[in-house]
């Protein structure tokens, strides 16, 4: 008979070591207490995506909510609140929605556990029929370019189903290495600010409010205030012991990203720089024996959180994860703050030669000895650079990966008894080099 | 006899190979059909597109994950084995994941020398554009005559050129010939009984992203007078494909569908159609033109903004140009062969099949291809059994 | 008028001889394992009575080696021997399955989908939704009330989710492929095992056999994962009553009754529901004989 302990594996939750990450429930409940509550007001909801400026949304008084972040929510919840083991997840049940419309099973997970809550909610109106309810229903749709093909495309058609208005703010995303691209270059940033501008008015348009730079930089006041606050987290995370894991990581990025621009966003990250900082005063680590650190590169498999404390059983820790997390901001224009997005997002370059010098950076930084490759098979492309990763850290600081194959939210497509054998034989592999080191 | 197009598809290397021995010219490769080659073609420079091919990939496993997208995959491992060493520049634009990152890749894979001052290569050889996703709107056409502005310099850095407007007006009436001449051969493909059959139709489409314009328009005028005059039949059941890279490769799904019974006799698929739907536009600002056409190349990445509700039909947006592309042509079926990891087109076909099936009345056939000859061949039973389903 | 129909699959070949829909006689032959039985005397009604379905006139074991070519003819003179035609009485044959082509004597071949779906809508007039789920190769087929096929989806690439899966499974737990079925109906519970992935299910299944996992409880796990797989095709072409089960591998207990659980209601059965294909194929002979198509 198999043991409870076992079947749990697969679609386990983590064990967070803050208690900040343990609150950070109550946060996202109540975001979405007050977006139904919102929505039954008359307040305008938005369907957005992570990598969105939030503050555009918080200074128009728009509600946002989040589809790729509902479906990794339903990753983590079965029916009815149910605990059984033998129950499949919620996201699992809505992807099986969509495949039946014929979306491929390749296509991102978030996309298809979000599109077939939409369609089950069309067909069946019971769109209550869901975790915490479901997300309130969208006054408009709103995209971005940046990232990936996929959200676009996701986003289009879940308006055209929903059919409310639709926006695609598009971001001349600087995936390309080429030889001047230190910084973005002028009709790069001309072009994003116009895209702002555009958005500005077709929110105007569909709420009927006014756009007021002052509310924007009140805003981004805070995003700023919140930025500074999460740059000293982690480096605070980078103290041996490791005060803070990738479970906590993974949990504690929800405000930041997701009601960036608020001051209740600030104050969560502020109790948690107090929590780390005290952590790291008192020398208290995620587990007492530390004896190797790990990396997680990529996005997480939500439905099974509890491979963040798998190691530990090894003396291993995850210490950081450069998903969601937020990089360093050029200083304050308050002047034009529209050009001070465009300048914020247009630093960064998110090309493969520029992901593989981050991770060099971030190993040393982080002091790792093993990085685990999360390959997640339907979100491509923070996979791509996976393999140049792997080679490069070899190559350059000697640290192995491994990879683990799974997707973000259907846990039909992870394999315990593939992924166990190999985080097994890893964990021995680093265990031998802890002992050289 | 071979003719001058199936050349092309025969062995296309040696045919751009000996083009180049002849003329002495230069070679850019390039992916997909949003790229603005007419710019390509008024400097002087044979623009050809990269394709892949079904050999077992030899370089790229080892850099490139599984699970994504054969077709690029293959197009790099060919360029990383030197396959195409001939190329003299490679454009690389933002028109999808995978092949944005190509401009990496080709640099890491396909290494050349490179001559640099004070960190600017002096002799490009990738060269990338940021090809919008919003075609329409405001500020986009300004965003992307500039990034043109940008790719023309570097093309004339790398030549040691200069592509004056004349230049681009002469090569802008080539191509606009091109876009009339394809329009002409997709009215024929209305007829019935059909003249041309639709792998004869992607042949002559699939040479002239391989051979200088001018020449393809020469052939293609002679063409299509024998065509017009055809008096024997194309059988098959009329049907509609759509689909991801239809290079070489996937083009035998034409023969297949052929020996099944049916015909092909409009597409949608990233080889054609989109390519010649609009005309460059003339303007005072040759760059300008040219991006307003590059614009309205329809591609299944692009995207639009709708203001009101989003059941309205915008004009941009991909049902229109689907309906389009159907509507004239007495279409039976309509079939899908999107391929693995073909995101985009996978996200839209739901849509696009249920609006199908309601304006049309005709059933859709959906497969998920792999880039291989074997996994066509397996579709072969599915379109055999669509085709019988439908009355064939 | 007299018919037959040829049904060259992966692992066996079906014949039916067929008489003004009076089914005259049905063959089984299995390319390896060579054991062949006939049936003799169905009718619609007859089949549509499990109860009163046909009677074995003969059994037999035939062991071929060669391919569709060779096989076909050897079931086809095994056939006409059983009944005491000849050649020249068979007005049409028509042939179908993954070898269809390699059988030169039939007039016409017609594919897995719209034979199959022609055999199950001759033996159950009610039948709008067919799923049959072949050794390599699952397919589900919707009918109209004419019996004509509306839409049609196959499973992906994989072998995930077919009989070829079921045996490799089978052979891994070293127990028969008429066994699996029988034996995962004894489960208490069932071991989850990947549905997505032959190489993934393998290993899953390995690491229960180490586990000392019961050979019943990994079984109906296995089960449990063709019929997910089967069942999504049946949601992707909609579920329309009545449903038939078509194929050799709808012999399997275990796996119909895990298909009914999921479809909420029964699922109509053949009692041979491996000649179905073969079956439908010696109708459409019929069909195009009548019609005048040949």
């Not at chain 1, 009709?187 to 077709?202: G, M």
């Not at chain 2, 159609?273 to 307003?292: C, G, H, T």
């Not at chain 2, 590059?294 to 509700?309: H, I, K, Q, Y």
């Not at chain 3, 390896?32 to 037999?60: M, Q, V």
């Amino acid at each position: 008979m198999t043991t409870q302990a076992e079947t749990r594996i697969k679609t386990a939750g983590s064990k967070k070591s803050l208690q900040t990450a343990r609150e950070t429930w109550l946060f996202i409940k109540d975001d979405y207490i007050n977006g139904h509550t919102g929505k039954a007001q008359g307040k305008p909801i938005a369907w957005s995506c992570a990598a969105m400026d939030k503050e555009l949304f918080h200074c128009m008084g728009i509600l946002p909510f989040f589809p790729e972040q509902y479906a990794a929510l339903c990753a983590t919840q079965r029916r009815g609140g149910s605990r059984d083991e033998s129950v499949e997840k919620e996201a699992v049940r809505f992807a099986r929605v969509a495949e039946q419309e014929d979306y491929a099973s390749y296509i991102c997970g978030y996309q298809r556990v979000s599109t077939g809550w939409v369609i089950h909610g069309l067909r069946t109106g019971e769109w209550q029929d869901a975790p915490i309810g479901g997300m309130p229903l969208p006054d408009m749709i709103v995209t971005t370019s940046c990232v990936c093909d996929v959200r676009v495309k996701w986003f289009e058609d879940m308006a055209q189903r929903l059919n409310v208005p639709y926006f695609c703010l598009d971001r001349p995303e600087r995936i390309f290495e080429g030889i001047t691209q230190a910084s973005a270059r002028e009709h790069e940033v001309d072009y994003y600010v116009s895209q702002v501008e555009d958005f500005l008015r077709f929110a105007e348009e569909v709420t009927g409010a006014k756009y007021d730079p002052a509310r924007l930089n009140e805003c981004l006041d805070w995003s700023y205030k919140t930025n500074d606050a999460r740059q000293e987290i982690l480096e605070l995370r980078k103290a041996v012991p490791s005060p803070m894991g990738c479970a906590d990581g993974f949990r504690t990025m929800y405000p930041g990203m997701y009601q960036l621009g608020t001051k209740r966003c600030y104050d969560f990250y502020v109790k948690l720089r107090d929590e780390v900082r005290e952590r790291v005063k008192q020398g208290i680590g995620q587990i007492e024996d530390e004896r190797f650190r790990l990396l997680w590169y990529g996005l997480p498999t939500w439905y099974n959180m509890s491979i963040f404390n798998y190691f530990e059983k090894y003396g291993g820790v995850f210490v950081y994860e450069p998903a969601y997390n937020p990089w360093p901001w050029p200083p304050r224009r308050r002047e034009d703050p529209v050009r001070e997005l465009a300048n914020r997002w247009l630093m960064l370059g998110t090309g493969v030669g520029n992901m593989v010098n981050s991770m060099l950076h971030d190993c040393q930084q982080y002091k790792i000895l093993g990085v685990v490759l999360s390959y997640l098979i339907t979100c491509r492309p923070i996979v791509f650079p996976s393999l140049e990763i792997n080679h490069t850290l070899e190559k350059s600081l000697g640290i192995p990966t491994v990879t683990l194959e799974g997707d973000l939210v259907d846990e039909r497509l992870f394999s315990e008894a593939q992924v166990y054998n190999r985080l097994d034989a890893f964990a021995e592999q680093l265990l031998q080099r802890a002992k050289k080191t | 006899m071979t003719t001058e197009f199936e050349k092309y598809v025969t062995d296309r290397h040696a045919a751009v190979k000996e083009w180049k021995e002849k003329t002495q010219g230069k070679v850019f490769g390039y992916f997909c059909c949003v790229v603005p080659d007419v710019i390509l073609f008024a400097a002087g420079v044979l623009p050809v597109r990269i394709y892949g091919s079904t050999d077992k990939f030899q370089k790229v496993d080892g850099h490139l994950v599984p699970y994504g997208c054969r077709y690029v995959g293959s197009c790099l491992d060919l360029g990383a084995r030197g396959v195409y060493d001939y190329l003299d520049g490679v454009v690389v634009p933002n028109t999808c994941d995978l092949i944005a990152r190509m401009e990496y890749w080709w640099r890491e894979l396909v290494p050349r020398e490179k001559s640099t001052l004070a960190g600017m290569e002096l002799c490009p050889y990738v060269v990338y554009i940021n090809y919008p996703m919003k075609t329409t709107g405001p500020k986009v056409l300004d965003f992307y005559t500039r990034e043109l502005q940008y790719f023309k310099q570097q093309v004339e850095r790398g030549l040691r050129i200069e592509i004056t407007d004349e230049q681009l007006n002469q090569a802008i009436a080539v191509y606009n010939e091109h876009f009339d001449l394809m329009n002409q051969l997709e009215e024929l493909r209305k007829r019935d009984p059909l003249p041309i059959s639709g792998k004869e139709a992607w042949e002559i489409e699939y040479a002239s992203t391989l051979m200088p314009m001018d020449k393809h328009n020469e052939l293609l005028k002679k063409r299509l007078n024998e065509v017009a005059k055809r008096n024997n039949t194309t059988p098959g059941m009329r049907l509609y494909l759509a689909g991801s890279a239809f290079d070489q490769v996937n083009a035998r799904l034409y023969e297949i569908i052929e020996e099944c019974g049916g015909q092909v006799v409009a597409e949608d698929i990233s080889c054609a159609s989109s390519y010649f739907e609009s005309n460059i536009e003339l303007d005072s600002d040759p760059v300008r033109a040219i991006a307003k056409y590059s614009l309205a190349v329809d591609c299944p990445r692009s995207t639009e903004t709708c203001l009101v509700g989003c059941s309205h039909i915008h004009p941009q947006n991909r049902w229109q140009k689907t309906k389009q592309r159907i509507e004239g042509y007495r279409v039976r079926g309509a079939i899908y062969q999107i391929m693995n990891y073909c995101e985009c087109r996978a996200i839209e076909y739901p849509h696009l099949r249920d609006n199908i099936q309601r304006e049309f009345n005709i059933p859709v056939l959906h497969m998920e291809g792999d880039y291989t000859l074997e996994g066509l061949e397996q579709m072969r039973g599915s379109i055999e059994a669509f085709i019988e389903m439908i009355g064939g | 008028m007299i018919t037959a129909g040829i049904d060259v699959g992966t692992q066996s070949i079906k014949v039916v001889v067929l008489s003004n829909s009076q089914i005259l006689a049905a063959r089984t032959d299995h390319n390896c394992s060579g054991r062949a039985f006939g049936l003799e005397g169905l009718s619609p009604k007859a089949c549509s009575a499990p109860s009163n379905s046909s009677h074995i006139i003969a059994t037999k074991t035939l062991v071929t080696e060669e391919g569709g070519a060779v096989g076909s003819k050897t079931a086809m003179e095994q056939i006409l021997a059983d009944t005491g035609l000849s050649r020249s009485d068979l007005t049409y044959i028509v042939a179908t399955g993954v070898g269809r082509s390699t059988v030169s004597f039939a007039q016409k071949t017609r594919t897995e989908q719209l034979s199959h779906a022609r055999g199950a809508f001759y033996l159950f007039p009610t039948a709008r939704t067919v799923l049959d789920i072949g050794a390599e190769g699952t397919r589900a087929m919707k009918l109209d009330e004419k019996g004509g096929v509306k839409n049609f989806v196959c499973n992906s690439k994989c072998a995930a989710g077919t009989g070829a899966f079921l045996e490799i499974m089978a052979n891994l737990l070293q127990v028969s492929l008429d066994e699996v079925g029988e034996l995962a109906c004894h489960a208490q519970h069932i071991e989850r095992v990947s549905s997505y992935c032959t190489v993934f299910a393998e290993s899953e299944v390995i690491s229960h056999i180490h586990k000392g996992k019961s050979k019943e409880t990994i079984l109906a796990g296995i089960i449990e994962a063709v019929a997910e797989r089967s069942f999504e095709l049946l949601q992707k072409i909609g579920i329309e009553q009545d449903i038939i089960l078509s194929g050799g591998t709808a012999k399997n207990i275990g796996l119909r009754k895990a298909l009914e659980r999921m479809a909420g209601g029964q699922l109509l059965c053949p009692p041979d529901p491996q000649i179905t294909g073969a079956l439908g194929a010696a109708l459409i002979a019929q069909d195009n004989l009548i019609s005048g198509r040949r």
